[in-house]
């Protein structure tokens, strides 16, 4: 068992454990890269730092943003990235992971016009631009939770996932496919009529089109070949192009390991589900890029049944047989093989806030080496918004005020708070947890996962 907690001081500890592990990534001092622009169709994002999508499960009942929501993402854009990727927003209410969820809809659009034009005003107060703006759209399928208790809309049976399925789940029928692909429609041509740069296409994570794409047990038009699992995303990218031109860039956040196994992951090998199998995702990367899209933000794993391959950590629900420090090399060399076989694609990253300070030093190995290009960062930025300030500015993070990657972010939303960092940002976020928290056995596990 290798797992260990953060204990890296500087860089070059960093790489002896690099050594000692026998772990290839990408390191360089130099952080210039980090702060040079990068084109994305006509609009240019002014630095290669982003701020991935994060669910604060802060809305109001009916999915509009609210009075933390705001201030989160005045937060992350006095923050200084330049690219702010927006958190999953609903296209349907059944879709909703949470009650909190942002639902994208004609009846909340005066509020998402509310908080664009915020993250607008405050880019341009801070840095004279505004960042680059995506807007996740999703539809949460086996994680739907729209009022208090679950209830599961699956693509497929999965004999790993559905041992945690609630009662009452169902099917969803092809037909009420092709009716969703519409909605997601929908929310494109509003995040357009909004203002938005990009739309997502939330593809990760099991959520429906991430389950979609592993549908391998599934009959009709939607399951087993790779012609029909992709069916259902590749239409919306199609419906969304017909529909709007080149009016709004169409992005995606997508799985390209699931880390579960044959047939029921994608981007898995058949022999095992600890070694991924890229044929499939590049493939799709290849066609997505084929229909114009430029920009993807590649991720791994499943943040209910198998975390640590999502967002590697110190403390969580359970200890990973694993180094943490092999799961970031997992995940950022998977997206360099795909960034390689497709370089004209602008590949964003994931895997650097368990890296804390040193995290820098990487991206922009990972930029210099053609790994990505750009790198993405999740749970950092509700700890340190300003991290990317800090970078460009300072030339570097400061240790005191990073993400401890407790997994408490994580905790507070499964309590049904609303989401931030516990630790760093205690006033506002401490008595939610504490409040979510009370009468709850402890959330973090000495247990070593049986998977992975
Ligand atoms: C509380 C929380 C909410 C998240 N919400 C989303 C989301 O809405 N959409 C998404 O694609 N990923 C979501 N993620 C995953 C992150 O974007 C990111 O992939 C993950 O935390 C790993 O990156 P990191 O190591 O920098 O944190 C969420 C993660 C956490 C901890």
Redesign the pocket.
């Known amino acids: 068992m290798e797992h260990q907690t953060f204990r890296y001081k500087t860089l070059d500890e960093l790489m002896e454990d690099m050594e000692r592990l026998n772990i290839d990534l990408p390191v360089s001092k130099n952080l210039d890269v980090l702060g040079k622009s990068i084109d994305i169709g006509e609009h240019t994002v002014a630095n290669r730092l982003t701020i991935?999508?994060?669910?604060g499960a802060d809305g109001t009942s009916s999915g509009k943003p609210d009075e933390l929501t705001f201030r989160r993402y005045e937060r992350f854009a006095r923050g200084g990235a330049g690219l702010l990727w927006l958190?999953?927003s609903a296209v349907v209410n059944e879709g909703r992971a949470n009650p909190r969820q942002l639902y994208i809809c004609q009846e909340n659009r005066d509020e998402f016009k509310k908080l664009l034009d915020n993250i607008r005003s405050a880019g341009e107060e801070e840095f004279g631009r505004r960042p680059y703006t995506v807007v996740?759209l999703t539809h949460s399928g086996r994680y739907s939770r729209p009022k208090d208790k679950p209830a599961p809309i699956i693509a497929a049976k999965n004999p790993y996932l559905d041992k945690f399925l609630a009662d009452g789940y169902r099917i969803i029928s092809d037909d009420e496919l092709k009716r969703l692909e519409d909605k997601f429609v929908e929310g494109a041509v509003l995040a357009k009529e909004l203002g938005f740069d990009a739309i997502d296409v939330?593809s990760?994570?099991r959520y429906i089109i991430s389950e979609l794409l592993s549908a391998f047990t599934r009959d009709g038009e939607y399951g087993g070949s790779f012609e029909n699992r992709t069916r259902f995303l590749l239409n919306i990218v199609d419906k969304v192009r017909d529909r709007l031109g080149d009016g709004i860039e169409i992005s995606l956040?997508l799985n390209v390991y699931d880390a579960i196994a044959y047939p029921y992951g994608f981007g898995v090998s058949e022999d095992s589900l600890e070694v991924p199998d890229l044929k499939e995702p590049i493939e799709l990367v290849k066609m997505l890029s084929d229909r114009g899209v430029r920009l993807i933000n590649l991720?791994t794993g499943n943040?209910y049944y198998n975390p640590h391959v999502?967002?590697?950590y110190d403390i969580g629900p359970y200890l990973p047989r694993e180094h943490p420090l092999r799961g970031v090399a997992r995940m950022l060399g998977i997206i360099r093989d795909i960034q390689s076989a497709v370089p004209e694609m602008a590949v964003i990253s994931?895997?650097?806030?368990?890296l804390r300070h040193l995290a820098p030093y990487i991206a922009a190995g990972g930029i210099e080496d053609n790994w990505f290009k750009l790198a993405?960062?999740?749970?950092?930025a509700f700890a340190y918004p300003d991290f990317a300030r800090d970078i460009l500015e300072k030339g570097e993070m400061e240790p005191r005020k990073c993400?401890i990657?407790c997994s408490k972010?994580?905790e507070i939303?499964r309590d049904g708070g609303r989401?931030g960092c516990v630790i760093k940002d205690a006033k506002v976020y401490m008595p939610i947890y504490r409040e979510g928290r009370a009468g709850k056995p402890p959330a973090d596990s000495k247990e070593i996962a049986d998977h992975l």
Do not use: D, I, L, V
Not at 52 to 55: K, L, W
Not at 350 to 354: E, H, L, P, V, Y
């Open positions: 991935h999508p994060m669910e958190e999953a996740q939330k990760c994570h956040r991720t943040p999502n967002r590697p994931t895997g650097f806030s368990w993405g960062f999740g749970r950092q993400c990657s972010c994580t939303m989401t």
